[in-house]
């Protein structure tokens, strides 16, 4: 009996082991998008309008706004999600920057979205989107010199830089052209 239980607490040691070692060498994957691609997302259907690394002024000769809730050098990073409610209930603003309002990732660098900078950029004629509604909404976000070291900031262009709008069921993201 004494060797039979031993013989059970092995087998289960072993199996708990195969188990923890097969889910830290197995990455979450990831689902990329490009500009132009559409997408279903829940309740949602997204379409891939248009993206930008921009420098203050053409951030300001692009959006005509001016964003001053940052100090020193920076970019801003953005893209342009036509957002299309295909439920049968009406969807909230709010409730889709919950859905899809993660943010920007690079090799070097990750933030989320700046609500100042959207709320500056978007101007909402309404707080819902009915059924079968689209809007266009703009995802943007600060890349702020005082993050980086100078030899990686003067190539802060140079990398590839992705918007996570997903991370349920599986991690989905948009590869932004600058």
């Avoid at 087998?11 to 188990?19: E, G, K, P």
């Avoid at 943010?103 to 309404?126: F, K, Q, T």
Wanted: with cysteine; hydrophobic share 40%.
């Amino acid at each position: 009996m004494k060797k039979a239980v031993v013989i059970l607490i092995a087998v289960f040691v072993i199996a708990w082991s195969v188990r923890i070692l097969s889910i830290n060498q197995s990455p979450p994957t990831t689902t990329y998008y490009e500009i132009g691609d559409k997408v279903k997302c829940g309740n949602l259907e997204l379409e891939f309008i248009e993206s930008h690394v921009d420098d203050p002024a053409e951030f300001e000769e692009r959006f005509g706004v001016k964003y001053e809730n940052t100090e020193g050098d920076y970019k801003m990073i953005s893209i342009c999600i036509d957002v299309k409610n295909i439920s049968d209930k009406d969807i909230s603003i709010d409730d889709i920057y919950d859905k899809i309002g993660y943010g920007y990732e690079s090799a070097v660098w990750r933030n989320g979205i700046s609500p100042e900078a959207c709320n500056l950029v978007n101007v909402y004629d309404r707080y819902f989107l009915s059924p079968g509604d689209s809007m266009k909404i703009w995802f943007l976000s600060e890349i702020n010199k005082i993050s980086f070291k100078k030899s990686i900031w003067e190539k802060v262009n140079e990398y590839q830089y992705i918007y996570i709008f997903t991370y349920i069921p599986q991690r989905s993201a948009v590869r932004i052209k600058a």
